[in-house]
């Protein structure tokens, strides 16, 4: 069984860096490009970025592009999102999301259960 | 970027009804198109991908049909655990975008 396990959430003041992880188990994790995405509180879902599965290929929505860094380690079956100077509209669960082929772009298949990135002063 | 829009925001359909959501694009994405539904307090989970195949274990019931910029996801014969949200993605052009979701709700 696939199975995706985010951490890393945290309350984090307006300007500060947080980086979350996601372990995964149950499928051959270099083969799959892995993505996260994003859901504020009581609204709809946001795609933030995208990592091919050898790495090599990375994308990223406008509105975190340059403070925002999406890596993997395939040898810890692990991804993550480095989010550096960090704003109020940043606030939400932070999901990531399995991709079915290596290559980038695609759909979403599993989610893992999320993360809570808290926003505030 | 391409815009999803879906309709209604809100469907209230009674239990064992057909439900018909709505999904435009505002160019074509092919039929490199998905839908996700999300229970309350849960992540959003795959039901039909490349605009109408059922991911597994997605019952019969879910369809979807469509291409280029009108997309449907239809649920027949409605059952309690389907009142949900619904959104659909776009994987087709770069960024990958979501509509704002349909509300399912029990008539």
């Known amino acids: 069984e696939v199975q995706l396990l985010e951490s890393g959430g945290d309350l984090v003041q307006p300007g500060g860096s947080l980086r979350l992880s996601c372990t995964s188990s149950?499928?051959?994790?270099?083969?799959?490009?892995m993505s996260w995405v994003r859901q504020a509180p009581g609204k709809g879902l946001d795609w933030v970025s995208t990592?091919?599965?050898?790495?090599?290929?990375?994308y990223y929505a406008a509105s975190v592009k340059g403070r925002f860094t999406i890596s993997r380690d395939n040898s810890k079956n692990t991804l993550y999102l480095q989010m550096n100077s960090l704003r109020a509209e940043d606030t939400a669960v932070y999901y990531c999301?399995?991709?079915?082929?290596?290559?980038?772009?695609?759909?979403?298949?599993?989610w893992g259960q999320g993360t809570l990135v808290t926003v505030s002063s | 970027e391409i815009v999803m829009t879906q309709s209604p925001a809100t469907l209230s359909v009674s239990p064992g009804e057909r439900a018909t959501l709505s999904c435009r694009a505002s160019?074509?994405?092919?039929?490199?198109l998905a839908w996700y539904q999300q229970k309350p307090g849960q992540a959003p989970s795959l039901l039909i991908y490349?605009?109408?195949t059922r991911a597994t274990g997605i019952p019969a019931r879910f369809s979807g049909s469509g291409s280029g910029t009108e997309f449907t996801l239809t649920i027949s014969g409605l059952q309690s655990e389907d009142f949900a949200v619904y959104y659909c993605?776009?994987?087709?052009?770069?960024?990958?975008?979501f509509g704002q979701g349909t509300r399912l709700e029990i008539k």
């Open positions: 999301a399995k991709e079915p082929n290596v290559g980038a772009g695609g759909w979403f298949d599993p």
């Open positions: 149950g499928f051959t994790f270099s083969m799959y490009a």
């Open positions: 990592i091919s599965g050898t790495g090599g290929s990375t």
């Open positions: 160019q074509s994405v092919s039929s490199n």
């Open positions: 490349a605009a109408s």
């Open positions: 993605q776009q994987y087709n052009n770069w960024p990958i975008t």
